[in-house]
């Protein structure tokens, strides 16, 4: 009731203004996004943070005993998507290449990992954020305590830039370095923000993010296979690697998603919480016209077009402090 010494006061109250208000405010954040399909990731599965680690593969045949392993990394349970406001100015190239690395590969001194990868990184003509890339990833790959070894494929003729083909190369490179059951194929420009979301292979391929800064945090399909998978050498044999045709960006990488689902492997993600990712800032390259037109011939052509056909030429290989450089042409 009114104060009886308070005049009351009489407010319009103008109710088509309200529901105008309120019908805009739902068009902007609910239908307007749902209509361009924004919300298409409210149908993905992910795996909850508590189950990652059983989801993880660890070596496989190990003769060590297990008092010898490195303890388990824990996962974090708390399901916010967080990202340091400083994030961008982490970067201390200086202070990595004081760790003494020899060859872009570490393993823990102390324990045994239970984790072993080469990580595999395509790239051309972008020193900077490679710099960033190695300043940060080799600090957030030792804390996981795992064994790893960073081999950056370069492409050195001016071609337009062929990631499927790169990739493979790597791959087959690598083979000859190091024995590898898991491999992480990774864009030189995406930066893993939670330091629990383990570099190391599932039982089906995992795509590494479920939630990326570029993309408001949410995913734009469920085929999404872009930027960083991780998959085991064996699944990788299996499907022939990627595809060499795609030059130019885009498509290659949901061509290899086709190539996965032809062969009933199916992609797992971790809870977008775990597997946040931000992007470097960059311009687009332009994209590979006939894109679309590879995509519709997938699997027919996944059995010859791959591992099996990539024709290259390796022009050196560096062995770097802190990666291994394959200079290539294709
Ligand atoms: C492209 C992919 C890319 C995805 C997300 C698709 O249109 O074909 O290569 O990963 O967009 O940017």
Redesign the pocket.
Not at 250 to 254: C, L, N, S, T, V
């Given at each position: 009731m009114a104060h009886p010494d308070v005049p009351v006061k009489s407010v319009d109250v103008n109710y088509s203004k309200i529901l105008f208000w309120s019908l805009a405010f739902l068009f902007i954040n609910w239908i307007g996004p749902l209509l361009c399909g924004k919300y298409a990731d409210t149908s993905f599965d992910f795996v909850p943070a508590s189950d990652i680690p059983s989801q993880l593969i660890g070596l496989i045949g190990s003769s060590v005993t297990h008092e010898k392993w490195c303890p388990h990394v824990p996962t974090q349970l708390d399901n916010r998507i967080k990202i340091p406001s400083n994030f961008n100015q982490s970067f201390d190239i200086a202070q990595v290449k004081n760790y003494q690395y020899k060859d872009g590969a570490y393993s823990p001194r102390h324990c045994q990992s239970r984790y072993r990868i080469a990580l595999i990184v395509p790239y051309r003509d972008r020193l900077d954020h490679l710099e960033k890339f190695l300043a940060y990833m080799h600090p957030y790959l030792m804390k996981q305590q795992l064994e790893y070894k960073i081999i950056v494929v370069e492409q050195a003729d001016k071609k337009p830039f062929n990631r499927g083909k790169l990739l493979n190369v790597g791959f087959l490179e690598a083979q000859k370095m190091t024995k590898i059951d898991c491999v992480i194929f990774h864009d030189v420009d995406l930066l893993p923000v939670n330091e629990y979301n383990m570099y190391a292979c599932t039982h089906m391929p995992r795509h590494m993010y479920s939630a990326i800064d570029t993309f408001r945090f949410r995913l734009?399909y469920r085929e999404?296979c872009?930027g960083t998978i991780a998959i085991l050498a064996r699944h990788f044999n299996v499907v022939n690697g990627f595809s060499n045709q795609f030059s130019g960006w885009?498509?290659?990488?949901?061509d290899f998603c086709k190539r996965l689902a032809g062969k009933q492997l199916e992609i797992v993600r971790f809870d977008p919480a775990v597997a946040v990712y931000v992007m470097l800032p960059h311009s687009k390259t332009t994209p590979d016209p006939q894109?679309m037109q590879h995509l519709q011939s997938s699997l027919a052509r996944s059995d010859v077009d791959g591992l099996n056909s990539a024709k290259y030429e390796v022009l050196s290989i560096d062995i770097l402090p802190l990666y291994v450089r394959l200079l290539i042409t294709l």
């Open positions: 734009p999404l872009g885009g498509g290659e990488d949901d894109r």
